[in-house]
């Protein structure tokens, strides 16, 4: 079966310029997550979604990023004036939604975007 | 704040070795636990997870985990290595007061198996 897809698989971007990056999940996952990959701070949690709203963005590093997600399905994260600090891989992930609080499901990964700012 | 500790950066090792590899983290409460592995220029994949029951749980393609509470612990083990399992290893700790299921990682252990 598809899992979830993410695209760009690369992008390269001057600094200032804004960026999207998509994330489309796997069917039926209503939950869905967004990490990003960086050599300095490995893999940090950026911003969960619960079907179409996000109630959980503390990991977005500055107000340059937002997310949304439409449909319950297709995701686009947005760097606005994008920083040679946000070069990175940044990964989407999608799983059910937990049924029970405090008891996570498996989350899948996207293959990710490698993004670099020059 | 919750943090996951793997205590080796970089591992390398011979085929038919065996290996483990530590994880602990330092959230007292209830956790869940997985091992995530990354292969060369492949995504991340899930190896094993555990959420409750039986503290010794088994993943795909060889690999085992044990939770010990009492340690904050959930150290990867694998009896005799191949070259194929040469990859980045990431643990990750989802607290259950989290009902979001954020996933914490560790900062990945580079294993190399060597023929």
């Given at each position: ?21 998509r994330?489309?999940p796997?069917s ?7 990490y ?83 | ?5 793997q ?12 290996l483990?590899?530590?994880c602990n ?12 592995v ?12 555990y ?5 010794l ?17 959930f150290?990867?083990?694998?009896p ?36």
């Amino acid at each position: 079966g598809a899992g979830v897809s993410q695209s760009p698989s690369n992008k390269v971007t001057e600094k200032g310029k804004d960026v999207e990056l998509r994330c489309d999940p796997i069917s039926g996952h209503t939950a869905l997550y967004w990490y990003r990959q960086s050599l300095g701070q490995g893999l940090e949690f950026l911003i969960y979604f619960q079907g179409n709203s996000a109630p959980d963005k503390s990991g977005l590093p500055s107000d340059r990023f937002s997310a949304e997600r439409t449909g319950g399905s297709v995701s686009t994260l947005t760097i606005q004036r994008t920083q040679q600090e946000d070069s990175a891989v940044y990964l989407c992930a999608s799983s059910f939604l937990s049924t029970n609080l405090g008891q996570g499901e498996t989350q899948y990964f996207g293959p990710g975007t490698r993004l670099l700012v020059l | 704040a919750q943090s996951v500790s793997q205590h080796n950066h970089h591992v390398i090792l011979s085929e038919a070795a065996s290996l483990e590899l530590g994880c602990n983290y330092s959230y007292g409460g209830t956790v869940n636990l997985f091992w995530y592995v990354q292969y060369p220029g492949q995504h991340l994949q899930l190896l094993l997870k555990y959420f409750s029951g039986d503290p010794l749980v088994k993943g795909i393609k060889g690999f085992e985990a044990e939770f010990i509470k009492s340690k904050f612990s959930f150290n990867l083990r694998k009896p005799s290595v191949q070259w194929s399992d040469t990859a980045e290893y990431f643990c990750a700790v989802i607290e259950t007061t989290d009902s979001w299921g954020k996933l914490q990682f560790g900062a990945g252990t580079q294993v190399v198996v060597t023929p």
